[in-house]
Nanobody, 126 residues
Framework: QVELVESGGGLVQAGGSLRLSCAAS??????MGWYRQAPGKEREFVAA?????????YADSVKGRFTISRDNTKNTMVYLQMNSLKPEDTAIYYC????????????????????WGQGTQVTVSS
C-alpha cells in the first residue's frame, strides 16, 4: 500500500522560506512531484523530478523560487525548498508519484497516482 507523508509546512511571512519533505513508501515511483491546493481552487501542479534527479519541471508561478530534490538512499524522500514566498503560495501542499508523464502542447503534463497523503499546510502572510 502506498503511503505518502508530507511535512514541513507552517506560517511564514512574505519573502521567507520553508522546506517541505515527503516520505514515500509502499511503492517505487520513478518520477515524483509536488502539487498544491488553495482554498476554493483546484489542485495544481507545482514541481516534478525524475527518478535519478537529472530532470526537473516547475510551474511558471514558482520557477526561480522553488527547488525540488530527492534522496533515494533508503525510502524515497522528496523535498521542496521554497524561497521568496508570496501570499499566493498559501495552500495545502501534497507530494505524489506519477503513473505517467507526457508533454501536451510543450507543457509537462504528469498523471499523478490516485494515492494522496494528508498534505502539509503552508500559509504566507503579507
Amino acid at each position: 500500500q502506498v503511503e505518502l507523508v508530507e511535512s514541513g509546512g507552517g506560517l511564514v511571512q512574505a519573502g521567507g522560506s520553508l522546506r517541505l519533505s515527503c516520505a514515500a513508501s509502499g511503492r517505487t515511483f520513478i518520477d515524483m512531484g509536488w502539487y498544491r491546493q488553495a482554498p476554493g481552487k483546484e489542485r495544481e501542479f507545482v514541481a516534478a523530478i525524475s527518478g535519478n534527479a537529472d530532470q526537473t519541471h516547475y510551474a511558471d508561478s514558482v520557477k526561480g523560487r522553488f527547488t525540488i530534490s530527492r534522496d533515494n538512499t533508503k525510502n524515497t524522500m522528496v523535498y521542496l525548498q521554497m524561497n521568496s514566498l508570496k501570499p499566493e503560495d498559501t495552500a495545502i501542499y501534497y507530494c505524489n508519484g506519477f503513473e505517467s508523464v507526457s508533454f501536451l502542447g510543450g507543457r509537462y503534463a504528469p498523471i499523478p497516482s490516485t494515492n494522496w497523503g494528508q498534505g502539509t499546510q503552508v500559509t504566507v502572510s503579507s
